[in-house]
Each structure stands twice: as structure tokens, then as C-alpha cells.
Nanobody
Framework: QVQLVESGGGLVQAGGSLRLSCAASGRTFSYSFMAWFRQPPGKEREFVAYINWSGDSTYYAESVKGRFTISRGNAKDTVYLQMNSLKPEDTAVYYC??????????????????WGQGTQVTVSS
């Protein structure tokens, strides 16, 4: 049974940084795609960042490009999201997601089969 557990969320002032972690278990994740999505208050879930199985290909939403960095641990079962220069509009519940499909649409949440419970990130102005 695949399980994803996020951690690292919290309250931070604008301009600050947070590092989110997502620990995956229940299966070998060496060949999985992983991503972060977020859901702002009152809005739909949106794509944030993606990383392929080897960690050498990443893709970001325009709104976070240059400020956020996604990475994977050496064992490939952990994914991180380093968030710098945070803005109030980054406030959201952040979700980790993974899939073992070979073909996906990166920005589409329906491409990902397994999700964590989410971690709250609040950025104050």
C-alpha cells in the first residue's frame, strides 16, 4: 500500500523560506514520477512542481519558477520542495503526489494516482 506523508509546513513571513518533505513508502519508487500540487483557500488544486524518476528532469509552474526547487533523495523515496522568497499568494495546502504510469500530463492532477494528506503553508504579509 503506497503511502505519502508530507511535513515541513507552517507559518512564515513574506520573503521567508520553508522546506517541505514527502516520505513515500509501500513500494519501490525508483521509477515513479513525483510532484507537488497546492490548493489555495477557496480555489482548485493547482500544479506546483514535478520531478522525474531519476531526478534529472524538473518542471515548474510559472508562478513559482525561480523561487521553488524540487528534488529527490538518493533513495528516490523522498521528495523535497524548497520554497524561497515566499509570498502571501503561496498560502495553500501543499500536497505530494506520485504515479507509476509511463505517460502522464504533468500539470494534470488526474495523472497522479497517490496523494499525501497535505501540509498547510501560510505566508503572512
Amino acid at each position: 500500500q503506497v503511502q505519502l506523508v508530507e511535513s515541513g509546513g507552517g507559518l512564515v513571513q513574506a520573503g521567508g523560506s520553508l522546506r517541505l518533505s514527502c516520505a513515500a513508502s509501500g513500494r519501490t519508487f525508483s521509477y515513479s514520477f513525483m510532484a507537488w500540487f497546492r490548493q489555495p483557500p477557496g480555489k482548485e488544486r493547482e500544479f506546483v512542481a514535478y520531478i522525474n524518476w531519476s531526478g534529472d528532469s524538473t518542471y515548474y509552474a510559472e508562478s513559482v519558477k525561480g523561487r521553488f526547487t524540487i528534488s529527490r533523495g538518493n533513495a528516490k523515496d523522498t521528495v523535497y520542495l524548497q520554497m524561497n522568497s515566499l509570498k502571501p499568494e503561496d498560502t495553500a495546502v501543499y500536497y505530494c503526489a506520485t504515479t507509476f504510469r509511463t505517460t502522464i500530463v504533468v500539470r494534470n492532477p488526474t495523472s497522479f494516482d497517490y496523494w499525501g494528506q497535505g501540509t498547510q503553508v501560510t505566508v503572512s504579509s
